[in-house]
């Protein structure tokens, strides 16, 4: 394979029969990518520890949600679909920047700011959809589960 067909190679369906290890490690990119959400967990528990109240506690709990479902969206597609190309790095990229965004907004939602968290959110869970529409389109073994991840991400808050 030739370096530049190395750049652009579509996703693979990860499953024990194609010859895909099962011990799969994680890559920089994605230790680094949830090195991101850390942070946007980091600035949720400094904001329930600024104050400790019931009510701030599920002020916390209605911003975790979104975040760790985020999380979770990216989780579920790298263990699925075997992809280091350079498309899915910048998406990558994208999405951590989008969560970066999502991580510096937290403490404005707390002050009454309603606008930069969701649009962040929303970044986010594009980015993640274009992941599985590129998945549905170039694995036909997996295009009914992509399908599926593509309407649950895309119509679930």
């Known amino acids: 394979m030739t370096g530049f067909s190395r750049l652009l190679e579509p996703p693979r369906l990860r499953t024990a029969g194609r010859g895909i290890q099962d011990d799969r490690r994680a890559t920089w990119l994605e230790l ?3 090195l991101v959400f850390v942070a946007a967990v980091g600035q949720l528990a400094n904001s329930l520890i600024a104050e400790p109240t019931t009510a701030r506690f599920f002020e916390f709990l209605g911003l975790f949600v979104p975040v760790w479902w985020a999380w ?3 989780t579920f597609y790298a263990n699925r679909f075997d992809t280091d190309d350079l498309p899915y790095r910048l998406l990558s990229l994208l ?4 969560v970066a965004v999502l ?3 937290i403490p404005s ?5 309603t606008t930069g968290f969701p649009l962040a959110y929303v970044a986010v869970r594009i980015v993640l959809l274009v992941l ?5 389109r170039h694995v036909p073994e997996a ?4 399908r599926t991840f593509l309407s649950l991400f895309g119509f679930a808050p």
């Open 103 to 105: 991580a510096t907004t």
């Open 143 to 146: 295009r009914a589960l992509a």
């Open 95 to 98: 999405a951590m920047f989008g």
């Open 109 to 113: 939602v707390f002050d009454g700011a």
């Open 72 to 74: 979770m969206g990216f």
């Open 132 to 136: 599985y529409a590129r998945a549905s």
């Open 32 to 34: 680094f990518f949830d």
